[in-house]
């Protein structure tokens, strides 16, 4: 059957007048198990990894995957399978490696905010390295460790103040940033930290910020920190490995990141460049591994046609994907199966009680009620940070590959929702009687 990929998502493509995600007819996976669905490619996963992988053949390099972008089992447990370590910034995080069989040596904990039970629990799992972020931090981690007669493998966050060129709420190395310690300060805090009895000091890391489309704040932010590496090493700390965080970019809407291979080339000619060429390296990617690998099918409930504007009301909503409520982000929207008519303008939006509930505005669609939609790019930031607003069950996942698909996650229940509430007063035959004596 003749097969037509959509432009930027080699792994989903309409075949005859039905798109498909690999070998798997979306409509008949949003029949199986309802709306709204997230489905996800694994060859579209794997693919994604593949062009790091390939960018740094023959160096010694730990791909940790920012799980904060899909932490579904099914999904740390692919990237366990192919390699991968982690990148986590919660115990919940951690947890949830564990339980989908990823080694804790390949863990890093990222993360202002670490709590001591936090520090005492990946210590005990035996991770492999903290991305300390503070000097406040350090004191209380190496006096986590000594309590438990261990050293804490760490490695201090850098903020290089380098602008990333994304959206404010998404950039995280610029000095007004909470992250990372301001690189003036580093050497200073390198020589406490090695001080500390309670720390083992493994490696310098930085991560500044995310939806990075441009090769150049990278090639930045890798100059800065070999200048500290530098620094720092010339000071009597020596440093294992450079970890450069994540935040390589996707196409969401016609952006044209680098390819990572293509990146990973520049920057390691910057570091063999600079005599680096041997460090061991670790990055962070979260976004760029998943973001393209899934779709969000949802159900046309409802057209308004108005005086002003025309709606579009589907069964997917802000709950679902919060994107576009949160930094006015653009998911293209397409249909399951195109209807060759004359396409209206819509404002795409869910069922929530807010006008904030908006997933798409001015699209050039054709559906009618009980059509099915896919909302694109929707693998990395949707389900990880879906919410029960409105008290909406969260979406089912499925992850295909090939001609199966694995449904990865069931559709929440209401029962699910209520389970850990509790009616606080005694039930009274009616409402509003006073209670018997
Ligand atoms: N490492 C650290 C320390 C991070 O904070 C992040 C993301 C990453 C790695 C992964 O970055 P990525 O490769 O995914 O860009 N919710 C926002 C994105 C928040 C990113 C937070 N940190 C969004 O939906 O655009």
Redesign the pocket.
């Known amino acids: 059957m003749n097969s037509k990929p959509l432009p930027g998502h080699p792994h989903f493509a309409y075949r005859g007048n039905e798109l498909f995600a690999e070998q798997v007819r979306l409509s008949a996976l949003a029949q199986q198990h309802g709306t709204p669905l997230f489905v996800y490619s694994k060859a579209a996963m794997l693919a994604a990894l593949a062009a790091y992988q390939r960018g740094f053949s023959g160096r010694q390099v730990q791909i940790c995957y920012?799980m904060?972008?899909n932490s579904t089992l099914g999904v740390i447990q692919l990237f366990a399978q192919a390699g991968c370590g982690f990148?986590v910034?919660s115990l919940g995080e951690l947890t949830r490696v564990l339980a989908a069989g990823g080694l804790a040596s390949k863990i890093i904990f990222?993360?202002v905010g670490k709590t001591r039970p936090e520090m005492r629990a990946a210590l005990q799992a035996g991770i492999g390295c903290f991305?300390v972020e503070s000097e406040a931090e350090l004191e209380v981690l190496s006096e986590v460790a000594q309590s438990l007669s261990l050293r804490a493998p760490v490695s201090i966050?850098v903020n290089p103040n380098v602008d990333p060129q994304t959206?404010p709420?998404?950039s995280?190395g610029l000095k007004g940033n909470k992250?990372g310690i301001a690189h003036e300060r580093v050497v200073q805090t390198y020589q406490r930290a090695a001080a500390l009895p309670g720390l083992q000091v493994l490696g310098i890391?930085c991560?500044i910020?995310?939806?990075?489309t441009q090769a150049s704040p990278y090639l930045d932010a890798m100059d800065r920190m070999l200048d500290l590496v530098q620094a720092i090493e010339a000071a009597g700390v020596p440093l294992h490995h450079i970890d450069l965080?994540?935040?390589?970019?996707i196409n969401y809407h016609g952006e044209t990141p680098p390819q990572a291979d293509q990146l990973w080339q520049q920057l390691l000619a910057k570091l063999d460049a600079r005599g680096y060429g041997q460090r061991a390296l670790m990055i962070?990617?979260?976004?760029?591994?998943v973001?393209n690998a899934g779709v969000c099918v949802t159900e046309v409930l409802y057209l308004k046609p108005g005086e002003q504007k025309n709606f579009m009301v589907v069964d997917a909503a802000m709950n679902d994907l919060?994107?576009p409520a949160?930094?006015q982000?653009y998911h293209q929207i397409v249909p399951l199966k195109p209807n060759p008519t004359e396409p209206h303008t819509w404002e795409v939006v869910g069922p929530i009680c807010e006008s904030g509930d908006w997933l798409g505005h001015d699209r050039h669609l054709n559906a009618q009620p009980g059509d099915l939609l896919a909302v694109l790019s929707a693998g990395?930031?949707?389900m990880s940070?879906s919410s029960n607003y409105n008290t909406r069950n969260r979406a089912a996942e499925v992850l295909v590959d090939g001609a199966h698909s694995h449904l990865i996650r069931a559709r929440e229940t209401y029962a699910d929702q209520m389970r850990l509430e509790h009616l606080p007063f005694p039930s009274s035959s009616a409402a509003g009687e006073a209670p018997a004596h």
């Open positions: 920012a904060k972008a990148d910034v990222s993360g991305n966050r959206h709420y998404i995280t992250f890391d991560h910020g995310s939806q990075i965080g994540g935040g390589l970019g962070e990617p979260g976004r760029s591994l973001g919060p994107r949160m930094y982000a990395a930031y949707c940070m």
